[in-house]
């Protein structure tokens, strides 16, 4: 039986930094507000021209790095983003040019920020099929490109930054397995409501920016993670006690709280860095892992869960062992 194993994990966050009280002075709100709904105090956000293949490239390096690989290694590459640098090439293609590798599959997965789940659940088969030995798995955004920073219900939530690892054939586990459900039904509640499809000139209108019903999407989010946890347990008739760390999408540190308290985990044994991050999205797992990991919190051998849910809706979670 071949398995993946996740040999190599990078983070990246653009230099830029906006905390609560610079949002005070965008919009009628208090740092207060912030930390007490949120859990945020900080996000970082991209510089001007910076994409998201530029993070991503960052990220990867380190990944890379601590792998020990070399990059004509390489046979797979899969980046998961809702802001891409262009409609195409994928952000994967460019950043497989900027890597220098030629010819292995390169595609980017949209599921917003469930997309690092989606992503790694996808690699995962690729390499338990055979199709490919050595896979760069990568979360990246510039959500800051799509929110309106006049809008307090979004603008306070958001950040840029990129995450990935770096994910090898083994014949021990490593991902134990992947769980990805989606429901298109509720799409009004979390949405960027125009696309290339519908014509450049709505977006000249000025609807290019998140909108979310946040209250309604805080609930579903609640019960559909608590779900996702049962789910994950059950098809390896593991019991709550037997995960060693919960790292959860970061949207919000009282959603990740009620996880937690579906695991029985105290929250030392989950990974948060949503007050530091803010949520950023296909970024906000990996991110997350890699900062566990370089902090020694995480050691080889551990039960890691990683759950997210986001526009869509889409939700999931990778269970593994370190
Ligand atoms: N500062 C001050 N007040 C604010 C702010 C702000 N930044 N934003 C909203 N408020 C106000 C509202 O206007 C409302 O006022 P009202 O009662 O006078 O109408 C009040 O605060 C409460 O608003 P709620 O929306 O009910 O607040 P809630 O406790 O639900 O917190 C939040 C809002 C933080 C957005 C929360 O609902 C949340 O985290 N939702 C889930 C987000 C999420 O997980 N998204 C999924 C992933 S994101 C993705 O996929 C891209």
Redo the contacts with the bound molecule.
């Keep these: 039986m071949k398995y993946s194993r996740i040999v190599g994990t990078g983070g990246y966050l653009p230099e830029k930094i906006l905390t609560n009280a610079d ?1 005070e002075k965008m ?4 740092d207060r ?2 930390r007490e ?2 859990g945020i105090y900080k996000r970082h956000l991209a510089a001007e021209g910076q994409t998201t293949c530029d993070l991503s490239e960052q990220a990867v390096k380190l990944a890379i790095e601590m792998a020990g690989i070399e990059t004509n290694q390489i046979d797979l590459i899969i980046v998961a983003t ?1 802001t891409p640098d262009r409609v195409f090439p994928s952000t994967a293609c460019l950043l497989q040019q900027r890597l220098g590798i030629h010819g292995c599959a390169a595609f980017d997965i949209q599921a ?3 997309g690092f789940i989606y992503a790694l659940g996808v690699a995962d088969q690729f390499i338990r099929s055979g199709m490919a030995m050595t896979a760069l798995v990568i979360g990246a955004e510039t ?1 800051s490109r799509i929110i309106d920073w006049t809008d ?7 950040g840029d930054g990129a995450g990935a690892v770096v994910l090898k054939a083994d014949q021990v586990p490593g991902i134990l397995s992947s769980h990805l459900h989606a429901d298109g039904e509720y799409e009004q509640l ?1 949405t960027v409501p125009v696309g290339v499809s519908q014509g450049y000139d709505k977006m000249q209108q000025g609807e290019t920016y ?1 909108q ?1 019903k ?2 309604e ?2 609930k579903i ?1 609640v019960n559909t993670l608590g779900q996702i946890v049962d789910e994950t347990l059950n098809a390896h008739q593991m019991d709550k006690s037997e995960v060693d760390w919960l790292i959860p ?1 970061q ?2 540190i ?2 990740i709280q009620a996880t937690a308290k579906k695991l029985k985990m105290t929250m030392d044994k989950v990974v948060v860095t949503v007050g530091e991050h803010g ?1 950023t ?1 296909a970024a906000s797992v990996p991110l997350a892992l890699d900062v566990a990991v370089r902090q020694g919190k995480i050691q080889r051998g551990e039960v890691l869960l990683m759950e997210a ?3 869509g809706f889409t939700w999931g979670s990778v269970l593994a062992k370190y």
């Design positions: 949002l919009v009628n709100t208090t507000w912030i709904r949120t809702t917003v920020c469930t959500l307090r219900n979004t603008c306070v939530l958001f979390l998140i979310m946040g209250h999407v805080f989010a999408h949207a919000n009282r959603i949520n999205s849910f986001g526009g």
